[in-house]
Nanobody
């Protein structure tokens, strides 16, 4: 039983930065961020363990996005730098019973999702 509430999305211009936040309540599961762009399948962007260790990133965002976890406040952050139009998507926070790995498309719990739109 995990409840996830996301914030931090919005409309920005290319090159700008955003920081997504996800407040997780309930059991401390592994938490990650997914995104689904128009006409594309959902993909795992980044994930982190329940203790804030072992970050995982999709190759496409490594060194551009950084995931971290404030364990005291049970909040997961995803600062996104150098945003490009192709980053436009609905971003969803997700909680998983098992650790993240490449190509995962499913999770156990989901936030409602927030829109990130990057204009050129």
């Amino acid at each position: 039983q995990v409840h996830l509430v996301e914030s931090g999305g919005g409309l920005v211009q290319a090159g700008d930065s955003l920081r997504l936040s996800c407040v997780a309540s309930g059991r401390s599961y592994h938490v990650g961020w997914f995104r689904q762009a128009p006409d594309k399948e959902r993909e795992l962007v980044a994930g982190i363990t329940s203790t804030g260790s072992q970050p995982f990133y999709a190759d496409s965002v490594k060194c551009r996005f950084t995931i971290s976890r404030d364990t005291a406040n049970n909040t997961i952050f995803l600062p996104m730098a150098s945003l490009k139009p192709e980053h436009t998507a609905i971003y969803s926070c997700a909680a998983s019973r098992v650790k993240w790995k490449a190509n995962r498309k499913l999770s156990d719990y989901w936030g409602k999702g927030i829109q990130v739109t990057v204009s050129s």
